[in-house]
T-cell receptor, first 117, second 111 residues
């Protein structure tokens, strides 16, 4: 099946720094990417939806200036957590939808665990 | 996406069949039913998708009654490695710009 890769898989940073997480579709063109955040023992929470070449649409309560999403190409979307704080520590997961997705199967990345000290 | 309701958790033993039911009373005509599996610290993995009646693949079966207001994921002869969280999503995933996950069902398989 199609592959979505996230990088880094885990990152530790100091409070106040910015962290960038990349999400790549390796063998298909992703017209739409979804970014999620997941806290321990909880479900995935949708943060934003990004379409290639357009500004991301953020869910209510998600600060667009803090979580910068760029979807500049059909194979790459990035999430930048700016001025990270300990409460931003979480598991971030991206999902990609292909250009010609027939069944509607979404492909998820492996996730990126962010720990802010 | 239509709101879904699943049991929070289920327990089973190795070798048993596990059935997880999802309620989706507000399912729309164009909506599909898709199930994902998630292991700790990993992204969700597609299991199966259906629109009506029964769908079977090498991993699971999906039963959908005629009114489509619910669906049942059936895992035959579970093993310890099937311990995971299972999510039911309802909607037209090809079109939607909002892919919302419900609480999911945490399945624990015991030896």
């Amino acid at each position: 099946g199609a592959v979505v890769s996230q990088h880094p898989s885990w990152v530790i940073c100091k409070s106040g720094t910015s962290v960038k997480i990349e999400c790549r579709s390796l063998d298909f063109q992703a017209t739409t990417m979804f970014w999620y955040r997941q806290f321990p023992k909880q479900s995935l929470m949708l943060m934003a939806t990004s379409n290639e070449g357009s500004k991301a649409t953020y869910e209510q309560g998600v600060e667009k200036d803090k979580f910068l999403i760029n979807h500049a190409s059909l194979t790459l979307s990035t999430l930048t957590v700016t001025s990270a704080h300990p409460e931003d520590s979480s598991f971030y997961i991206c999902s990609a939808r292909g250009l010609a997705s027939v069944t509607g199967e979404l492909f998820f990345g492996e996730g990126s665990r962010l720990t802010v000290l | 996406l239509a709101k879904t309701t699943q049991p929070i958790s289920m327990d089973s033993y190795e070798g048993q069949e596990v059935n997880i039911t999802c309620s989706h009373n507000n399912i729309a005509t164009n909506d599909y039913i898709t199930w994902y599996q998630q292991f700790p610290s990993q992204g969700p993995r597609f299991i199966i998708q259906g629109y009506k009646t029964k769908v079977t693949n090498e991993v699971a079966s999906l039963f959908i009654p005629a009114d489509r207001k619910s669906s049942t994921l059936s895992l035959p002869r579970v093993s310890l490695s099937d311990t995971a969280v299972y999510y039911c999503l309802v909607g037209d995933i090809r079109e939607t710009d909002k892919l919302i996950f419900g609480t999911g069902t945490r399945l624990q398989v015991f030896p």
